[in-house]
């Protein structure tokens, strides 16, 4: 039998990978990042062992430093520095994984795209399947020469809370939001303190682990019967949301697998939208 194709376009497989390693112009990136309940350090855990030459890339740190509000999107000036001394150029092909297999990869995967890299791809399983299949790595940080980086702004593909207001009162642009259930419904309590759970009214609920399966993307069928019993009419503009802009990249990498690319991605997601009680919220 054939192998299965990828989920996505932007998938590749770790034997494509593994193939190219020694490519100047592919640059492996590991995204890893972990929500703070689960007590885990990505950057530790990528100094103790990551795919050989992959450099770090860390959303808390290349991320907005004038807002109280994790891990917010820098401007392009930012990015394109922070980027160039990764060791990233103009050009490059560029292989995001994280350790959990699709978790935080797409944001950064979705990051990168925002600011321009039209060659960014996301590693199929991860880390996960990497290390299930024995393949090499290696410890300690990795320093490449710095390249020269330029980077654009796609700033309709990012969300504020205007948009989502007027999404929410017209309905001509669904909010869909990638949190769990029972975060959504306010039965269970944010992995931020004090912030309240629940949702904005009128959001619609796909949950991003229902589009992950062992750490890997679902077939495309599934992701649209997904999303079609959420209520969601993926032929209607989309905006993603959750927590705090990272499961958020989860739905859009999703519906891009079947053809669907939303709208924007709200970045300040429901951190920002929880924390301002001029904001409506309701619980189920």
């Given at each position: 039998m054939p192998p299965t194709p990828p989920a996505s376009r932007w998938l590749v497989s770790t034997e494509w990978l593994a193939e190219r390693l020694d490519k100047p112009d592919v640059v492996v990136v590991d995204g890893s990042y972990h929500l703070s309940t689960t007590n885990r350090d990505g950057h530790a855990e990528y100094l103790a062992g990551h795919i050989p030459g992959a450099v770090f890339f860390d959303i808390e740190e290349i991320a907005d430093r004038f807002t109280d509000l994790p891990h917010m999107l820098p401007g392009p000036d930012q990015f394109a520095k922070a980027v160039s001394a990764l060791g990233i150029g103009d050009g490059d092909t560029v292989v995001v994984y994280d350790a959990l297999g699709l978790f935080s990869a797409p944001r950064v995967w979705w990051t990168f795209r925002i600011f321009g890299v039209e060659k960014v791809y996301i590693l199929d399983g991860g880390l996960t399947?990497?290390?299930?299949?024995?393949?090499?790595?290696?410890?300690?940080?990795?320093?490449?020469?710095?390249?020269?980086?330029?980077?654009?702004?796609?700033?309709?593909?990012?969300?504020?809370?205007?948009?989502?207001?007027?999404?929410?009162?017209?309905?001509?642009?669904?909010?869909?939001?990638?949190?769990?259930?029972?975060?959504?419904?306010?039965?269970?309590?944010?992995?931020?303190?004090?912030?309240?759970?629940?949702?904005?009214?009128?959001?619609?609920?796909?949950?991003?682990?229902?589009?992950?399966?062992?750490?890997?993307?679902?077939?495309?069928?599934?992701?649209g019967a997904a999303f079609e019993q959420a209520g969601v009419d993926v032929n209607k503009p989309i905006i993603t949301t959750c927590g705090s802009g990272v499961t958020a990249a989860i739905l859009w990498f999703a519906l891009d697998a079947i053809g669907k690319q939303p709208q924007s991605l709200y970045d300040g997601s429901w951190t920002e939208w929880a924390s301002r009680p001029d904001l409506p919220k309701e619980r189920q």
């Open positions: 399947k990497w290390k299930a299949e024995n393949r090499p790595l290696e410890s300690g940080p990795i320093e490449r020469e710095p390249r020269p980086f330029a980077a654009s702004m796609n700033t309709n593909a990012v969300a504020i809370v205007d948009e989502i207001l007027l999404a929410l009162s017209t309905r001509e642009t669904q909010v869909v939001d990638a949190r769990s259930a029972e975060r959504f419904a306010g039965t269970a309590p944010e992995p931020r303190p004090g912030l309240p759970s629940g949702h904005m009214p009128g959001a619609f609920n796909v949950p991003s682990a229902k589009l992950v399966e062992n750490g890997r993307l679902i077939a495309p069928e599934r992701i």
